[in-house]
């Protein structure tokens, strides 16, 4: 199962940046902004929808939910197969070598960005990835209602779901402000709504599942912007090593952001006391405010590059 879990992230790194790339070369300036904008922003529509078929899963079989991703999978071979333009074998191009991150590395605006984007992906993880399990905590024995257990997974997908029009507007606000202000002031607002939301737990449930939503959506603002800047700040030869560096760290915060958001509720007592929780928030918390210090060192406008 594990090895297979592998296959499917080697895919997803296959297509998820290439793709970005493929769809802006040749583009510059706010278009090529809003362009990477939509695309990174529709990732979280599928983020959203694996809530629903983990459900699924509980209600058809586990197989079940796998048999549908399969299926959207091979869909999206076919797409891009008809949609994504072929390469130009007529067009020379220098020979550059293999796994080079150097140029990468040595653009610090770039490097300000990878680093802002580990620090924004690391900062929602609790809200993202462990929301679940905190609404269900919160519900307490209704959790087990089978009514009450849907709505707590559609709040989970409403959450990743509203990643979309967080990320559209951040980068909206970015491109009419400059990235260096919107991503600053979203990073300190993320600190605050993702940092304290431990402390929710002491509210009715009701007020909860509201706050949720509202921090869900704050945390999730600087996921577009940052990507459309890196391509407007990386080297144009070395556009693809860039933004590959880029996604490559921001997941890989990700990953270790998740992991110690669980290390420390196990460590503070585990996921029914509430200091555990406080502490778990308060490292995505930490997080925003590592981003905040990055990016305030980005220049004024990068959009007319």
């Excluded at 796994?99 to 900062?123: E, F, K, M, Q, T």
């Excluded at 760290?249 to 270790?256: H, T, V």
Aim: charged letters at 10%; hydrophobic letters at 55%.
């Amino acid at each position: 199962a594990l090895g297979f879990r592998a296959l499917a992230g080697i895919a997803m790194a296959g297509m998820y940046m290439p793709g970005l790339q493929a769809l802006t070369h040749g583009v510059k300036g706010t278009m090529r902004a809003r362009i990477a904008a939509w695309y990174t922003s529709s990732f979280t529509i599928g983020a959203s929808l694996s809530f629903l078929f983990g459900r699924l899963g509980t209600l058809l079989g586990w197989r079940s939910a796998f048999v549908v991703s399969g299926i959207f999978g091979a869909a999206s071979v076919f797409i891009a197969w008809a949609a994504l333009p072929g390469g130009d074998a007529g067009r020379a191009q220098a020979p550059r070598p293999l796994l080079s991150l150097r140029p990468a590395l040595a653009n610090r605006d770039a490097l300000v960005l990878v680093i802002g984007y580990a620090a924004a992906i690391w900062g929602c993880v609790g809200l993202r990835q462990w929301i679940i399990v905190f609404l269900t905590v919160c519900a307490g024995d209704q959790a087990a209602v089978p009514a009450q257990a849907w709505i707590i997974l559609v709040v989970g997908a409403v959450i990743s779901f509203l990643g979309v029009p967080a990320g559209l507007i951040g980068n909206e606000l970015s491109i009419r402000y400059g990235l260096r202000k919107i991503a600053t002031l979203v990073f300190l607002l993320s600190a605050l709504a993702g940092g304290l939301f431990g402390f929710t737990a002491m509210l009715p449930y009701l007020v909860v599942l509201g706050l949720s939503v509202v921090a869900g959506t704050i945390v999730q603002g600087n996921f577009s912007n940052l990507t459309s800047g890196v391509l407007a700040v990386a080297t144009p030869q070395y556009r693809g090593a860039t933004i590959g560096l880029y996604s490559c760290i921001g997941f890989g915060a990700g990953f270790l952001g998740t992991l110690l958001f669980g290390v420390t509720l196990d460590q503070f007592g585990g996921t029914s006391h509430l200091a555990a929780w406080i502490v778990s928030f308060a490292t995505c918390g930490l997080a925003c405010l590592a981003g905040a210090a990055a990016t305030i060192f980005l220049p004024r406008n990068i959009w007319e590059r």
